[in-house]
């Protein structure tokens, strides 16, 4: 299957600041990539769809000035997190999509887990 | 999107086969039910997808009633390496992909 890399795999970041994660498709071009978050003991929640060249849709909830979002080549994405607060601290998980057998497949990130003091 | 129901947590002993199910009576015409698993920490894998055929590959095997409002996936012979969260959701297109809650198996030795 296709891979998909994040990184950081891990950061830890104070109240205030804003911080980076990036998300690639190593061995095909992704025109859509996804961002979710997770919190511990639930499931994964959609926050974006990011297509590339073009602005992110963002879900029901979901700051778009908070969590900024751009997908400028068909094989990175990126979500920044400004302004981060402890409420913040996630695990943050990206995918890429590509086509097997006639349906949309995914391929996820590793994931990038966020605590913010 | 089609509503699914799982269990939410399943056990097994290891080296013996695990039937995973999931209803998804709202199912429409066009989705195709894929599986994904989440292992601890981790980002999640697809495991397998069907329309209306049963299909198997290396992972799994996936078992599609003939009304297609219920799937089963098989784990032929479960590993402690397969103690994950499962999730069933049928969609076509990925922008329709919604996680559930999903099923956690356990894997006894």
């Known amino acids: 299957g296709a891979v998909v890399s994040q990184h950081p795999s891990r950061v830890i970041c104070k109240s205030g600041t804003s911080v980076k994660i990036e998300c690639r498709s190593l061995?095909?071009?992704?025109?859509?990539m996804f961002w979710y978050r997770q919190f511990p003991k639930q499931s994964l929640m959609l926050m974006a769809t990011?297509?590339?060249?073009?602005?992110?849709?963002?879900e029901q909830g979901v700051e778009k000035d908070k969590f900024l979002i751009n997908h400028a080549s068909l094989t990175l994405s990126t979500l920044t997190v400004t302004s981060a607060h402890p409420e913040d601290s996630s695990f943050y998980i990206c995918?890429?999509?590509?086509?097997?057998?006639?349906?949309?497949?995914?391929?996820f990130g590793p994931g990038t887990r966020l605590t913010v003091l | 999107d089609a509503k699914t129901t799982q269990p939410n947590s399943m056990e097994s002993n290891e080296e013996e086969p695990v039937h995973l199910p999931c209803n998804h009576s709202?199912?429409?015409?066009?989705?195709?039910i894929h599986w994904y698993r989440q292992l601890p920490s981790q980002g999640p894998e697809y495991v397998i997808h069907g329309l209306t055929s049963n299909v198997n590959n290396r992972m799994a095997s996936l078992a599609i009633a003939e009304d297609r409002k219920s799937s089963t996936l098989i784990l032929h012979r479960a590993t402690l390496r397969d103690a994950a969260v499962y999730y069933c959701?049928?969609?076509?297109?990925?922008?329709?992909?919604?996680f559930g809650a999903g099923t956690r198996l356990t894997v006894k030795p």
């Open positions: 990011s297509n590339e060249g073009s602005k992110a849709t963002y």
């Open positions: 709202t199912i429409s015409g066009t989705d195709y």
């Open positions: 995918s890429a999509s590509g086509t097997i057998w006639g349906t949309d497949t995914q391929y």
């Open positions: 061995d095909f071009q992704a025109t859509t």
């Open positions: 959701i049928p969609h076509k297109r990925a922008l329709d992909m919604r």
